[in-house]
């Protein structure tokens, strides 16, 4: 049985890989942080049915603790590593820059030192970002195209980016990055647009919300399915050599168009429920990302197979049930009413 450990195991990405190594047959080992509040429920699935068998094992770690991930390597012998933790969230880079830039860079290269002394082959895959591309180009953007990070999230990916290159090329390890579009799930944070949007509309057509605030409504981005792209991750440590790897949908959409797609999925008109305000906006801004992904498509054989229409109405299906069950208990004093937005960003 192959062993794979996956950093930021509960995280979206996390829970779907997770999912999909299972059934390929895998031992999964995932890290997860210490929090005060349990903060494994993407998983929790997961671990009902997979613990006991031993097929899913959790370990405390973080990226900042190189002694918790390199004891793990030893342990585990891992035959694939999938490096997904990270501060992942750019408008937050801004505000907490050293941590983001701590956790995206110190990761991959302790990951990569362990993985180079130990006797076996160790695949090492990492989450390279679309946000490394920065956005100015009005075009589509391939392996080759440069990078131009404009926050200190993108800049601690880039340095990750050529240090898992760089040992790719140095030390003959087998080491990938997905450069991954934005993908987006029912599972996905719901501090990230789409989310935050669907998340919304699900709790407006119940008449628990009146209002959504966003921010920069122009702003366009290659959105495909998170669950399509593990598949790609998957794929690419599959395949005969390592390399980088486009992973992106080749279309891309405004937020606007996001918001009237979502809204219309409940019969409403978005304009009347959003508003703007500076508060959402960035420092330095993404304007616009889309990907060419003809390389996985071609050597991976790789192709999302949810559309983008797909993909907002399954996010809205989801947000409103959950929107409904929130709306019982608030009618049973259950739970108290919370606010437009319960977190920033
Ligand atoms: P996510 O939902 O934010 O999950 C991030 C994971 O990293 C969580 O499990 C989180 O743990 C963990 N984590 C954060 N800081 C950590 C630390 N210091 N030590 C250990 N674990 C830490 O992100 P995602 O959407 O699944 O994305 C997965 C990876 O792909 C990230 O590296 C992201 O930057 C990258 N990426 C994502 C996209 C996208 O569109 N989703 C596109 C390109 C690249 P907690 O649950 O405890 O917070
Ligand atoms: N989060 C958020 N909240 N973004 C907003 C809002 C808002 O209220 N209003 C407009 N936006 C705009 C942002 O300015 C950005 O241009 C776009 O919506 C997408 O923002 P996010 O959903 O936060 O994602 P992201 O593109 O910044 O980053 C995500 O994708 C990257 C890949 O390109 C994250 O998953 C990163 O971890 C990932 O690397």
Known sequence: MKKAIVTGISGQDGSYLSRLLIDKGYEVH????RSSSINTSRIDDIIAEHES????????????????LSNLITNIQPDEIYNLAAQSHVA?????????????????ITLLESVRYLDKEVKFYQASSSEMYGGDFIGSLNEESPFNPKSPYAASKVFAHN??????????????????????????????????????????AMGIQSKLT??????????GFAG?????????????????WVVATGETYTVKE????????????????V???????????????????????????????????????????????????????????????????????
């Open 163 to 204: 240090v898992t290159k760089l040992y790719r090329e140095t030390y003959n390890l087998f080491a990938v990055n997905g450069i991954l579009f934005n993908h987006e799930s029912p599972l996905r944070g719901e501090t990230f647009v789409t989310r935050k949007i669907t998340k919304a509309v699900g709790r407006i």
């Open 53 to 68: 068998s031993g097929r899913l094992n959790l370990h405390y770690s973080d990226l900042l603790d190189s002694s918790s």
């Open 275 to 345: 508003t703007t305000s500076e508060k959402y906006f960035r420092p330095n801004e993404v304007g616009y990302l889309l990907g060419d992904p003809s390389k996985a498509r071609k050597n991976l054989k790789w192709k999302p197979e949810v559309s983008f229409d797909q993909l907002v109405q399954k996010m809205v299906e989801h947000d409103i049930n959950q929107a409904k069950k929130e709306a019982t208990l608030l009618k049973e004093s259950l739970i108290s009413p919370t606010w437009e937005n319960p977190v920033v960003n």
């Open 92 to 108: 937050v880079s801004f505000k907490n820059p050293i941590f983001t830039t701590q956790t995206g860079t110190l990761g991959s």
């Open 258 to 273: 996001f918001a009237e797609k979502a809204f219309s999925a409940v019969n409403l008109n978005w304009e009347d429920y």
């Open 228 to 244: 399509d792209y593990v598949q790609a991750m998957y794929l690419m440590m599959q395949y005969k050599n390592p390399d980088d």
């Open 30 to 33: 995932g890290t997860i942080r």
């Open 214 to 223: 966003l921010g920069n409504l122009d702003a366009s981005r290659d959105w």
